[in-house]
């Protein structure tokens, strides 16, 4: 089953040594996101598909029970509940040869490539998974090139990236290896 969203990942070392890209993209044009989902966000998404599968079946019951005013808003939430989970899974950061696009759960954002000044991981507290509390960890963060003050694309302690400090470093080398090939 092809999944909607591309990753770039796939490229190995020994592919780049062999004289491969070293982005590891065909299709310079195309959004793709520069890592896999992590498990935490796929996981959440999961969760909130189950949940939706029950708020569904309810409504169901309700309509076979002869109330559809009250099965027409559970489907409506159960619907709701389906494309924040799509969304959850989408969000994150896509790059292409337009420039880099940052997904969140209610909006996204696009940067081009000529106006982000340079992109770079820093050592500073992080939010752990989005939550208030929050870590020692890495952000890689983007610096506009109008001024202002830096976002973060992600961390090492959000959805992605949880316990996976290997896939937060080859996502982090990707993201500035672009920013390098299209400055």
């Known amino acids: 089953m092809p999944l909607p969203f591309l990753t770039a990942d796939r490229a190995r070392d020994d592919d780049v040594a062999a004289g491969a890209d ?4 065909e299709d310079r044009d195309r959004w793709r996101r520069p890592y896999r989902p992590g498990p935490w ?38 619907a709701l509940m389906i494309v924040a989970a799509v969304r959850l899974v989408r969000a994150g950061v896509e790059v292409s040869a337009q420039g880099l696009r940052r997904t969140g759960l209610l ?23 989005g939550l208030p509390r929050t870590v020692q960890g890495e952000a890689v963060l983007l ?21 996976r400090v290997e ?17």
């Open 22 to 25: 070293p982005l590891g993209y």
């Open 107 to 129: 909006r996204s954002t696009t940067v081009r490539w000529q106006d982000i000044a340079a992109i770079r991981t820093v050592q500073q507290p992080v939010r752990w998974l």
């Open 143 to 163: 610096e506009p090139a109008r001024g202002g003050a830096p976002r973060t694309l992600f961390t090492s302690h959000d959805a992605d990236f949880l316990g």
């Open 167 to 183: 896939s937060f470093e080859a996502a982090a080398d990707a993201v500035e290896d672009w920013a390098a090939a299209h400055h």
């Open 41 to 78: 966000r796929v996981g959440g998404s999961a969760v909130a598909l189950l949940l939706a599968s029950y708020v569904l079946f309810s409504a169901l019951i309700i309509a076979l029970a002869g109330s559809l005013g009250a099965a027409g808003v559970c489907a409506a939430l159960g």
